[in-house]
């Protein structure tokens, strides 16, 4: 329990503890303000319905309240509305408060992963991610910061509740229920079709909030290198932050049966005073009911609730404890010039890939990567990434030595295809720009022709308004490439890695993508290409052929380069 309590006060922030501390207050002060109520209902129905001397020397009997007696009842009904009213403004600020920090934790998490060690990324179950990034900062808020402040609550209530029956009588022990049983089935019927309408919005909006997520995890290497993390976070924050408001809004609903039922409650004991009024032998039952009435409905369920929400931070103390966000550094838009491998060795466990590869290409190079599966061509894109580290040799940039971290924050100028297309279930444009941001024409008409997407637009319902269904169903295979091509494209990166763009490409579409993949390098721009295709080696002005016993003929200049496992 204490380190349950530990966990849940370091999750907070500042601001966040501070306010915690004034809804602990305020539901104290509800609390406090209930027992003080129902001790004044007792008093009253002391005066009301106990001993003619009792009833003689009370107060109302001076003054107004003696011609007409019901008027302090009324006006002690008003005031409990009242203070129902404000009850249910405290639990209202307490559930706004818990989608706040249940919307903060869950985007630090999906941060968090985004900040992932690539192994980890590779070696860690996606659903692992999910319960932490979706299902951890409802739990944290539901059953740790709730139940610390329920506790806290109930731990008070508790003790000033049997304080005040024990200094009235200690031998209250008999149960009043039957009164509460027709206002609870009213409201639940009138508060139904809320509930229902707050059900359906949170049904959607958790599916869209999954939905962007699921993206937003897929979207690891993309986001990363193209600076998109941000983007693909505040698509998934805003799906989350209606779904966060449905849910604690249905909380708040379900607050209300128990403040309108002691509403009801209530006025049916004043009721029954009035009724009794004449009755001199139901005095003492009224009296003994108003009084049980502290211990039946705040004594009892308080030490039941502590139990309860004492078991519950335990069962769920994992879910604060949320891993710290390392933050990458995004370094600045500096273009790439040159870079080179010296001596690169890497493997996978005991399964060495690359041996003393020693490579290099300069401003101006169109590179043609040529091996057989599993030789070590997307670990050497992961490499020049930073995705992972050398075992070996050195990887130099712009002349530097740079290790894995310094290589990440060349991102910025760095494009990026990877074999398998990676889209959003959003717009055309939304898939291109990969942001919110609005697009900068010329760049993207640039992207459109030299993927050749702009012959798809035509094809396609709203053109570059129309939605790529999730993870492209929609669009084929040489559609579903051009449209990560041109994202590349649209970056005007001074560094491209291209992994098979052209495997779902025909004859003609190749041709197109290479003549402009040959015009960015004429430009000044590294192209780095991995592809099986000699008509695609043709166009390269150097081709890297990776331990391949002939060269592809049509390749205009070739360095073959052992040192590539199998």
Known sequence: ?????????????????????????????????????????????????????????????????????????????????????????????????????????????????????????????????????????????????????????????????????????????????????????????????????????????NEHSMQFLREALGGYVEGNVHGANAFLAARFAGARERFSRAFFGSLSLQAMPPRVIETFAVGGLLLLLLLARSDASGASFLVTAGAFLAAAYKIIPGIVKVINLGGLMKAYSFSAEAAPVARRTTGSAAGVRSLALERVSFGYGARPVLRQVSLSAVAGDLVGISAASGTGKSTLFHLLLGLIEAEEGAIRVNGIVRNASARQALWPAVAYVRQAPFVLHDTVLRNILFSGEAPDDERLRRALEGSGFDAVLPTLAGGLEAIVAEGGRNLSGGQLQRLCIARALYRNASLLLLDEPASELDAAGEASLMQCLARLAAEGRIVLLITHRRQSLSYCTHTWILDEPEAPAAAPAHARLPGFGR
């Open 1 to 205: 329990m204490k380190q349950a309590i530990r966990h849940t006060w370091r999750s907070l922030t500042p601001a966040e503890r501070r306010r915690f501390l004034l809804l602990c207050a305020g539901d104290i002060a509800v609390s406090t303000v209930d027992l003080a109520f129902l001790a004044a209902l007792v008093w009253i129905v002391q005066c009301w319905a106990g001993p003619a001397e009792i009833r003689n020397a009370s107060l109302w009997r001076r003054g107004p309240f003696a011609t007409h007696p019901g008027l302090l009842l009324g006006l002690f009904f008003v005031a409990f509305l009242l203070k129902n009213g404000a009850a249910y403004a405290v639990v209202r600020a307490q559930n706004a408060f818990a989608a706040a920090v249940a919307l903060r934790l869950g985007t630090r998490a999906l941060e968090a992963y985004q900040q992932l060690p690539y192994h980890q990324y590779v070696h860690t179950d996606s659903a692992a991610h999910v319960r932490s990034v979706n299902f951890h900062p409802l739990e944290f808020c539901q059953y740790l910061l709730a139940g610390l402040q329920g506790i806290a609550t109930q731990c008070v209530l508790i003790t000033l509740a049997i304080g005040a029956i024990l200094a009235y009588d200690g031998r209250l022990f008999v149960l009043l229920l039957a009164v509460l049983l027709p206002p609870a089935a009213g409201t639940f019927y009138l508060i139904r079709k809320r509930l229902a309408r707050a059900r359906l919005d949170i049904r959607n909006s």
